[in-house]
């Protein structure tokens, strides 16, 4: 059974652009956690959905923003790119709407930002 | 893969002797934590979890404990061994059981092991 995937694997974008990264969760959950982790700390939560709709939303500015599809995948977009937006971009499945247990971790997206 | 441990504080211990890893929490309201262990390359990948109304749970060779009074929780590995090199971190959660969306990770511990 496939675990959670993201993509794409690596990516460089120039300050100012945007940026879409992709999610597909474990089959049969419907909640989807999306975090930042910069190097050397530990994941900051971003967004989590459930059944489509947006659950919570962690402390990130308005150029964040994410859905969730009717498969249960997910994009988070980041507009006007910032130097301080590079960083490992994580997305995490769950069955249920509660997010902190069953949870399961991606590969992570890794964001460079030039 | 690219280290997600640089800068983090490191501890190193002898091929099968047991590991301590501390986390101070943020908040007294928290009542779900979770360890997560990740390695280069990869994302955190869940270890053991533990309610507040508890202050101790056993798992295969780990062990949590919270403690409440001072916001302490510590992550014991028995036997360690070489694939446990990793980074550690501790999460909190404030809800009921973990229904918030919300998981606040700590910085993480750099757990290396020799043989």
């Known amino acids: 059974d496939a675990g959670v995937t993201q993509s794409p694997t690596h990516l460089i974008k120039t300050r100012g652009q945007h940026v879409t990264l992709r999610c597909s969760p474990i089959?049969?959950?419907?909640?989807v956690s999306w975090y930042q982790q910069v190097l050397g700390q530990g994941p900051q939560f971003i967004f989590q959905y459930y059944e489509k709709e947006e659950r919570g939303r962690g402390n990130f500015p308005d150029r964040f923003s994410a859905r969730q599809f009717p498969n249960y995948s997910s994009e988070l977009n980041v507009n006007a790119l910032l130097l301080g937006d590079s960083a490992l971009y994580l997305c995490?499945?769950?069955?249920?709407?509660?997010?902190?247990?069953?949870?399961?971790f991606g590969p992570g997206t890794r964001l460079t930002v030039t | 893969g690219e280290s997600v441990g640089l800068h983090l504080p490191t501890l190193s211990v002898q091929e099968g002797d047991n590991s301590i890893i501390n986390c101070a929490y943020s908040?007294?309201?928290?009542?779900?934590f979770i360890w997560y262990k990740q390695e280069s390359g990869k994302g955190p990948q869940f270890i053991i979890d533990?309610?507040?109304?508890?202050d101790k749970r056993q798992g295969q060779r780990v062990t949590v404990l919270l403690n409440k009074t001072v916001k302490h929780l510590s992550l014991q590995i028995a036997a360690t061994q070489p694939g446990d090199s990793a980074v550690y971190f501790c999460a909190e959660n404030i809800g009921d059981g973990g229904s918030q969306g919300n998981l606040i990770f700590g910085k993480g511990t750099k757990l290396s092991v020799k043989p």
């Open positions: 908040n007294s309201a928290s009542d779900y």
């Open positions: 089959s049969g959950h419907k909640s």
């Open positions: 995490a499945s769950s069955s249920v709407r509660a997010v902190a247990y069953e949870q399961y």
């Open positions: 533990i309610r507040s109304n508890m």
